[in-house]
């Protein structure tokens, strides 16, 4: 499963703070305090693109707690490094912690920018990932159902963006027996893709769980025994290039353990896949799927 990336690399800090002026003491603090959180925001990402989620996560935490300080917990900065923290935490996997941080975000993007504001389709897509995380599809949809109501509002659903958010929403629907109305979003989502890229398209991306509700074969990776003895766990994400015919043709590990990612990508390439037509020709597709190891659960 592909948890998103995505962090708001530019701190924003809406009150930015001004050279100081006259000598006054507390304005050169708070140039002070602020120079310091664009640091440990800058630092957070440096973390975060190198995988190192424990680093990155203290960082994040830091800048929080001197953006309050600086501009209080109803701030656009506070909101956008609550969204940070709580991507870091779907990055270590830790789902409930991502979601509490989501939630406290989502209502600070809802009061700076309203309800009904394209601006808030990232944090609200972002929650519902966390749930889909969790297998808890019966609150991700609404979230879902929600982002794609705005996006209709503002006319904006010409765009791969918006193929993407339909793409989500369809496996949601699809995950809550809801087939039919799967299938209409699932086919109004590759037809915007077919519009917006005919003449380049290479292969569809299926955002989230998709791929993994396409599959034909999905075995498990074997529990290296190195990896066992040692009681190694944690997951391990894989990205995927599916052929035209579903077969993988290439696979990489993007995280997870190093003595585990070779058996993760071991069983992905055993993997097959529903072959994916789009304007009535089999295109290719990729896509992520996520390997769970244990060391305290009997494995396969």
Sequence with gaps: MRIPATLVVCLVLACVVKAQTSGDPSR?????????????????????????YDEAL????????IVGKIEGENSLSYASTLTNIAAIY?????????????????????????????????????????????SDYDKAAPLYQRAVAIKEQASSFNNLLGSELLLQYSCVLRKNKKQAEADSMETRALSITLKESADQLSA?????????????????????NAAKAARLSGAVEVELL???????ISARALNGHSQLQGASLEAAYKAKFEPLVVGGRPVKVRGNLKYTFKADVPYP
């Design 242 to 248: 599916v052929d035209e015919t579903g077969q993988v």
């Design 204 to 224: 569809i991306y299926l955002p989230g769980d998709c791929l993994n509700l396409k599959k034909v074969k999905l075995p498990f990776p074997r529990y290296p």
């Design 28 to 52: 050169h603090s708070e140039s002070v305090e602020s120079t310091r959180a664009k640091q440990l925001n800058a630092s957070m990402v440096e973390m975060y693109k190198k995988g190192k």
């Design 58 to 65: 203290a960082l994040a935490k830091q800048t929080l707690e």
């Design 90 to 134: 779907g990055k270590k996997s830790k789902y409930d912690d991502a979601i509490t941080f989501h939630q406290r975000a989502l209502p600070l993007y809802e009061k700076l920018m309203g309800t009904d504001s394209l601006n808030i389709l990232r944090p609200l897509s972002e929650l519902a990932v966390s749930y889909v995380a969790k």
